[in-house]
């Protein structure tokens, strides 16, 4: 069971390396014709943006079902990879940007830090000079009295 926590661990966090390099390098690079539509205003509950999760999503689903059989270590990257997801869907979607408008953004307190680089990203909306590609793992200024 140990073995399994680690490799749930080790997907969700996967994900998040992955994500940021993915997000600086491809998203606001080759892909950015896709991507760009998570930086305009949207009329919708869609973006092309959302491509990408449903591909992320197909990765764990496939982790999973190669897995099943024995319940090795593929299926529980599988299932760290889709409690990023979930994450990444409530965090990043209901709370910072409010697609589902579910909770409030937080306006102090903890959260604030994430929030505070997620808008440090947004600020001019431009493929290039953009800063804090992570979702969790945002520099540490964020999280200090007084920084925007």
């Given at each position: 069971m140990l073995e399994a926590v680690l490799y749930v661990v080790i997907g969700f966090v996967f994900m998040e390396l992955?994500?940021?390099?993915?997000?600086?390098?491809l998203m606001h690079g080759?892909?950015?014709?896709?991507?760009?539509?998570?930086?305009?205003?949207?009329?919708?509950?869609?973006?092309?943006?959302?491509v990408f999760s449903a591909l992320f999503g197909g990765i764990a689903i496939a982790l999973m079902l190669l897995g099943y059989d024995q319940f090795d270590y593929r299926f529980w990257l599988g299932?760290?990879?889709?409690?990023?997801?979930?994450?990444?869907?409530?965090?990043?979607?209901?709370i910072i940007h409010r697609r589902v408008k579910w909770f409030k953004r937080p306006g102090?307190?903890?959260?604030?830090?994430?929030?505070?680089?997620?808008?440090?990203?947004?600020?001019?909306?431009?493929?290039?000079?953009?800063?804090a590609y992570g979702l969790f793992f945002v520099p540490f200024k964020y999280f200090k009295a007084g920084e925007k």
């Open positions: 992955a994500g940021w390099g993915i997000h600086k390098y080759i892909f950015w014709n896709i991507h760009k539509t998570h930086h305009q205003a949207t009329k919708g509950p869609f973006e092309r943006n959302d299932i760290g990879i889709s409690a990023y997801g979930m994450s990444y869907f409530f965090f990043h979607d209901v102090r307190g903890f959260w604030r830090g994430f929030v505070r680089a997620h808008q440090a990203h947004h600020a001019d909306n431009k493929r290039r000079g953009s800063e």
